[in-house]
């Protein structure tokens, strides 16, 4: 087959992003010649838009993003949140019982009409959410409410994600208590640097990054898509891909999923690949 309209979607932590988290300057180079050739390509993330600009700064990305694992596109030249998905409001309040029943406080993503996430925390933070809560304080797109209650009298229906750290151990629990109601999205993995620990996201029913790349796909006209990812939250997109390609240091069962295996995130792999296809 040789598509006429080929789209390239990457996950960006632990595919796209290097050891230090940051798009190496060939990667940049190399995804904006290709972008100035007309390719079409951008990233499918867990990542919000606080995090994904300063990330893909000066790199060309024409096609929206795929934000918070599909509960929104985000469209970058814009700086505008497109067709965002929020959990219904009568749920908030029962969600956040259950996370206190397993010990657990999340931070409660909330979206305003300014395009501005406000994040609430209304617990004490633990060594790690603090460096989570300090890698981000400061984004214009972001803001934090620490020691604060989500005020759900005026936000419960502009809720698109609670967010949650933790030892697996305590995470996996609550997760499967999560999904065993039927009514949301449940996604929880390890961290891909220390698989002790855990992350749990909780969306609308329906929310995923294939969701949002079905989304993608409709609006660029793509005729061939590949993605490309390492962990299990990417999953679901390579499951829709006509190829589905994993980085060398993907967990296994990503590799198992996969299409082909290529290099390493640290070998500027994703974008030696696109290239490659398109000399």
């Not at 931070?107 to 790690?128: E, K, P, R, S």
């Not at 629990?173 to 891909?192: F, K, M, Q």
């Amino acid at each position: 087959m040789n598509p006429r309209r080929p789209l390239y979607v990457s996950d960006m932590d632990g595919t796209l992003l290097d050891a230090h988290s940051q798009v190496p300057p060939e990667a940049a180079e190399l995804l904006n010649d290709l972008a100035r050739r007309g390719v079409l390509f951008t990233v499918a993330t867990a990542r919000t838009p606080a995090t994904v600009e300063p990330l893909l700064a000066g790199i060309d990305t024409a096609v929206p993003a795929v934000v918070m694992t599909g509960a929104a596109l985000w469209d970058r030249r814009r700086r505008l949140y497109i067709d965002p998905r929020f959990i219904p409001a009568r749920l908030i309040g029962p969600l956040l019982e259950m996370f206190g029943n397993h010990g657990i406080t999340p931070f409660v993503y909330t979206l305003g009409d300014n395009q501005i996430l406000d994040v609430y925390h209304a617990g004490d933070l633990d060594n790690a959410e603090r460096g989570f809560v300090a890698d981000r304080t400061g984004l214009p797109l972001k803001r934090f409410h620490l020691s604060t209650p989500a005020p759900l009298d005026r936000c419960a229906d502009r809720v698109m994600l609670l967010f949650a750290m933790g030892p697996m151990t305590a995470v996996e629990p609550l997760a499967e208590a999560l999904r065993a109601r039927g009514d949301l999205a449940v996604s929880a993995y390890p961290d891909i640097f220390n698989p002790r620990r855990g992350y749990l996201e909780i969306f609308a029913r329906g929310v995923s990054k294939a969701a949002g790349i079905r989304r993608l796909v409709e609006m660029t006209g793509a005729d061939y898509l590949t993605v490309f990812g390492d962990n299990l939250n990417d999953l679901s997109m390579m499951a829709v891909a006509d190829r589905a390609v994993a980085v060398a240091n993907a967990s296994d069962a990503v590799r198992a999923a996969a299409d082909i295996v290529i290099g390493p995130n640290t070998a500027v792999a994703v974008p030696r690949y696109i290239a490659g296809k398109h000399p």
